[in-house]
């Protein structure tokens, strides 16, 4: 079992990078200069923050309204079960809360910051094909 | 080929490095609201009776040892403290990674168009 579980754990370690080699040196290949290959990989990092920190600002956005919600209009308990405490409830919405805007806020600026990135090195790439 | 693979080193590095400080400030402001708004069971007060009818690994505190449960607070307290300033540590070294591999790629960048 233990033969098992080192084999397939350096499997997961072995094929990525593999992979990751393979890439390269198609890439390589294919790009008659260091030029191209800087900005091939220069794009898939600018586009990879880009979508990630697009997605975490959207979700964040969603779930800081509906917990938002969950703060300002609370459910009262009926039940007066032993885990259900209110104040403990409406402080843990509120952690939540922060939590959201703190991602949000954190994710924001560096969306712009890549997106003027994105946006310069286009205009420079239409400048040099002019 | 070995000028590809730092190419993809610096790159990598940058976007773990942002990632860390992500994750670092997200994690220090979770701890700062815990600090402030805690959500342990410690600090909020139940009916003994009510506690007895329950058992499982996520019951209250045995709120008639009034002594133990004020150090149990205090030690939920400083937990939240110290967490907070691991991930102030976390952001501060991803930032100057995060920094100074930005810096080697602009330079390769710059020196690549002077070319």
Same mark, same amino acid.
């Given at each position: 079992? #233990?033969?098992?579980?080192?084999?397939?754990?350096?499997?997961?370690?072995?094929?990525?990078? &593999?992979?990751?080699?393979?890439? +390269?040196?198609?890439? &390589?290949?294919?790009?008659?200069?260091?030029?191209?290959?800087?900005?091939?990989?220069?794009?898939?990092?600018?586009?990879?923050?880009?979508?990630?920190?697009? !997605? %975490?600002?959207?979700?964040? #956005?969603?779930? &800081?309204?509906? +917990?938002?919600?969950? +703060?300002?209009?609370?459910?009262?308990?009926?039940?007066?079960?032993?885990?259900? @405490?209110?104040?403990?409830?409406?402080?843990?919405?509120? %952690? @939540?809360?922060?939590?959201?805007? #703190?991602? %949000? +806020?954190?994710?924001?600026?560096?969306? !712009?910051?890549?997106?003027?990135?994105?946006?310069?090195?286009?205009?420079?790439?239409?400048k040099d094909k002019a | 080929m070995s000028n590809n693979v730092r190419i993809i080193y610096l790159y990598i590095v940058a976007f773990i490095t942002l990632a860390m400080i992500v994750a670092g400030i997200i994690s220090a402001v979770n701890n700062i609201a815990y600090y402030f708004f805690p959500d342990s069971y410690l600090f909020y007060e139940y009916d003994y009776n009510e506690?007895?009818?329950?058992?499982?690994?996520?019951?209250?505190?045995?709120?008639?040892?009034?002594?133990?449960?004020?150090?149990?607070?205090?030690?939920?307290?400083?937990?939240?403290?110290?967490?907070?300033?691991?991930?102030?540590?976390?952001? %501060?070294?991803? &930032? !100057?990674?995060?920094?100074?591999?930005? @810096?080697?790629?602009?330079?390769?960048?710059?020196?690549?168009?002077?070319?």
């Open positions: 079992m #233990a033969i098992l579980i080192i084999f397939l754990g350096l499997l997961m370690l072995i094929v990525p990078i &593999a992979i990751i080699v393979l890439i +390269v040196q198609a890439i &390589a290949k294919r790009n008659k200069t260091k030029k191209d290959f800087d900005n091939i990989m220069r794009s898939v990092y600018i586009y990879s923050i880009l979508i990630i920190t697009l !997605i %975490v600002i959207i979700t964040g #956005a969603i779930s &800081a309204f509906s +917990v938002g919600l969950d +703060v300002l209009l609370p459910e009262k308990d009926v039940s007066g079960s032993l885990y259900n @405490n209110q104040e403990r409830e409406l402080n843990i919405n509120i %952690v @939540n809360l922060l939590t959201d805007i #703190a991602a %949000v +806020v954190t994710c924001l600026p560096i969306f !712009i910051y890549h997106n003027k990135l994105a946006r310069k090195d286009r205009d420079v790439k239409t | 506690y007895n009818e329950y058992s499982s690994y996520n019951e209250p505190f045995d709120y008639q040892d009034e002594e133990r449960n004020e150090i149990e607070r205090e030690n939920y307290k400083t937990e939240k403290i110290k967490n907070t300033v691991v991930s102030l540590v976390v952001v %501060v070294i991803g &930032a !100057i990674m995060y920094k100074y591999h930005w @810096n080697m790629i602009e330079k390769e960048k710059s020196s690549d168009s002077e070319k």
